[in-house]
Each structure stands twice: as structure tokens, then as C-alpha cells.
């Protein structure tokens, strides 16, 4: 399955043309329906729409085929109604004139005060600005299917970018692993050295003299317990561990955006524990570069559905 992003547009269009019972009067209307549909990040199914009028009994069904495709993000759906009569504005035929002049008559013959026709009335009913109303029904459904699957399309480009992304990270985070991987004997080493130094400094011992047993049993204790609580090995385990689960994901594909964001915090509390438990300038260093890196990821998978 692919990886999806919770970002992207899709619009799609549809023209629909009708004509009046009596085509010579009232020649084809056209109307253009479109549908906008923008989602960005969000830790939900957040759906809003904005509907013409004559569209708005439509919503529910609207909702129910979004609801269908989409899982997470705000969703808002966009609507217009068009009327282009930008072909339909033409010189009136002879035929056309003929017939109103006909009907001018007959409505005068009854109605001789009635104001004669004018060539704003004659442009008007060319034109067939009083046409039938278009039933939606069998247009607004088909085309939002068609914008939706366009917007399933663009979250997937858009996903796969991000997917590249991770995958990179990945790559430079276990690397700054296998570069602290071989530093923890020597810090273990070095830093029981430093406290069996320090200890006989605060024993005041002069140079050729030993500890007593006792004293030395408990120096050697005390540089191991610290030795223990300065060994980032288990850190570095439960990183590369949580890093094959992203992975893992990541190749799996699907709704993985909750999951990978729970592994962020993971790694960042692993790369954190390092940079405290640190005792040289080298693991520091490493433990700020995964922090850069882990962060860079964080802002990235909050786009991930």
C-alpha cells in the first residue's frame, strides 16, 4: 500500500446545457457545475462544505462519499454553479424575430396597453435566461467521485515524497548509531578510570601508596554502578529498533500517521537520554544531530494520514 499525505487540492468540472420546448425561442443555456476539494493536516476527519443554494440537499451524500475515501484531515468541499451564455449570444434569426413579433401581436390584440418588446427583452429571451431549472442529481454525485479520487491521487504523490523523506533520515540516523555504537566501551572505560582517579584524590593518597582493600572494593563498585548509568547501549538498541518499525511501516503503507508519530516521541526520548547520559563531546554531538534529524521527521509525519 502506498503512503498517503493529509495535503492536497482536486477540483473537477462539468458543463451542462439545456434547451426550452420551444428551441427557436429559447435557444441552449449552458451552466457549468465545479468542485473544489482542499485537505491539510489534522488529527481528524474534519469535514466542512460550502454549497450553492440549490445544492445544499446534497451535503449528506456529499459527506457519506468523502467519509468513504478519506480517514484523516480537514476536508473542505467547494461548489459553484456557473451560467455561461457566452455561445448563445448571437443575432437573433429572422425566424426568431418573426415569432415575437407574431406573439407581440397576439398579446397586444388583448392587451393594448402592454409595453411593446424591447431589445434588452429580445436579447433576453435569445439568450433563454428563463430556462428550466437543471436537475443535479444525476451530475453533482459522479462528479465529486472524480474530484475525490484526483485528491486520493495528489495525497498519494504528495506521501510518497514524504515517504522518500523518512527513508533518508532513516539512513543518517543509523548511521549516527554505528558511530556511537563504538564509543560506548571506551566511555565505559573511561570513565571508571576517571573515578578511581578521583576517588584517591579524595583519599589524599600520595603517589605509591594503594587503597585499602575495602576502600578499593567500594571505588570499583561505585565507577561501575556509574559506568552502568552512563552506557547509552540500551538507548541505542531500542533506537535501532524503533527505527526497523518505521521502516517496516513506512513499506507497509496505509493509515500510519498515529503510529509513526507515537515512534517519533520514542526516538526523541532515546536521542534526549543519550544526550544527558553523554560524558564526551563526541556522543554529544551525535546525540544533537539526531535530534535535528528526529525533528525534521516530527514536522513531516504530522502530514501523514
Known amino acids: 500500500m502506498s503512503v498517503y499525505s493529509m495535503t492536497g487540492y482536486a477540483s473537477a468540472q462539468q458543463n451542462t446545457a439545456h434547451s426550452s420546448a420551444e428551441p427557436e425561442l429559447r435557444p441552449q ?98 439568450t433563454g435566461e428563463q430556462g428550466t ?49 563504538p564509543l560506548i566501551p571506551q566511555l565505559v572505560a573511561l570513565q571508571r578510570q576517571r573515578f578511581m582517579d578521583r576517588w584517591k584524590e579524595a583519599m589524599a593518597l600520595t603517589e605509591g601508596t594503594s587503597l585499602p582493600e575495602a576502600a578499593q572494593d567500594r571505588a570499583l563498585t561505585e565507577a561501575t554502578a556509574f559506568a552502568i548509568r552512563i552506557d547509552v547501549a540500551e538507548e541505542i538498541t531500542r533506537l535501532d529498533s524503533h527505527l526497523d518499525e518505521i521502516e517496516r511501516l513506512i513499506n507497509k503503507g496505509g493509515e500510519l500517521g498515529k503510529r509513526l508519530d507515537f515512534l517519533i516521541q520514542e526516538l526523541h526520548r532515546e536521542a534526549n537520554t543519550m544526550g544527558s547520559k553523554s560524558a564526551t563531546l563526541e556522543l554529544t554531538h551525535i546525540s544533537v544531530d539526531m535530534k535535528v534529524l528526529i525533528e525534521q521527521m516530527r514536522e513531516q509525519v504530522q502530514n501523514i494520514e
Open 29 to 126: 443555456l449552458s451552466k457549468q457545475l465545479g468542485i473544489e476539494i482542499r485537505s491539510v493536516n489534522s488529527r481528524f476527519l474534519d469535514l466542512s462544505f460550502k454549497l450553492p443554494e440549490e445544492l445544499r440537499q446534497y451535503e449528506p451524500a456529499l459527506r457519506e462519499l468523502v467519509v468513504g475515501s478519506i480517514k484523516r484531515g480537514k476536508v473542505e468541499v467547494r461548489a459553484a454553479i456557473e451560467t455561461n451564455n457566452s455561445n448563445s449570444v448571437a443575432d437573433p434569426t429572422p425566424r426568431l424575430l418573426q415569432r415575437m413579433n407574431a406573439l407581440q401581436d397576439s398579446i397586444k390584440a388583448w392587451l393594448p396597453e402592454a409595453a411593446p418588446l424591447s431589445v434588452a427583452d429580445v436579447i433576453r429571451l435569445s
Open 133 to 181: 431549472a437543471v436537475d443535479w442529481k444525476e451530475i453533482i454525485l459522479p462528479l465529486a467521485g472524480v474530484a475525490v479520487k484526483e485528491l486520493i491521487s495528489a495525497r498519494e504523490r504528495e506521501g510518497a515524497r514524504l515517504a522518500d523523506m523518512l527513508q533518508d533520515r532513516l539512513g543518517q540516523l543509523r548511521t549516527l548509531a554505528a558511530q556511537a555504537t
